[in-house]
């Protein structure tokens, strides 16, 4: 696995959680990384993005209320999820794509928001 991710679980409407993912030694090098989301039954969907420059973009449910950031010298990405809904709950998976645009997935983790 070349991208691990973590840190889902079950949380109350209106609480927080961090997910967190590391992009595995044997990968050389990471460009672009990205959380997406799939709901049961649904597409995949973007929710951030984040650019080797730093420079962020959100999807507009996430925007407000999610935080992306990466740490490029440990090649990790986390997306900080605070007031959380009942329609955030999906299966998560961190994105990768390296300078020469091949694209990594990690294995999804899940985040159940209970009303």
């Known amino acids: 696995v070349q991208l691990q991710a973590s840190g889902g679980g079950v949380v109350q409407a209106g609480g927080s959680l961090r997910l967190s993912c590391v992009v595995s030694r044997s990968v050389f090098s990471i460009g672009t990384m990205a959380w997406y989301r799939q709901a049961p039954g649904k597409q995949r969907d973007l929710v951030a993005t984040?650019?080797?420059?730093?420079?962020?973009d959100y999807s507009h449910s996430a925007k407000g209320r999610f935080t992306i950031s990466r740490d490029n010298a440990e090649m990790t990405t986390s997306l900080q999820m605070n007031s959380l809904k009942p329609e955030d709950t999906a299966v998560y998976y961190c994105n990768g794509v390296s300078p020469c645009g091949y694209e990594y997935w990690g294995q999804g983790t899940q985040v159940t928001v209970s009303s």
């Open positions: 984040i650019f080797p420059n730093g420079t962020t």
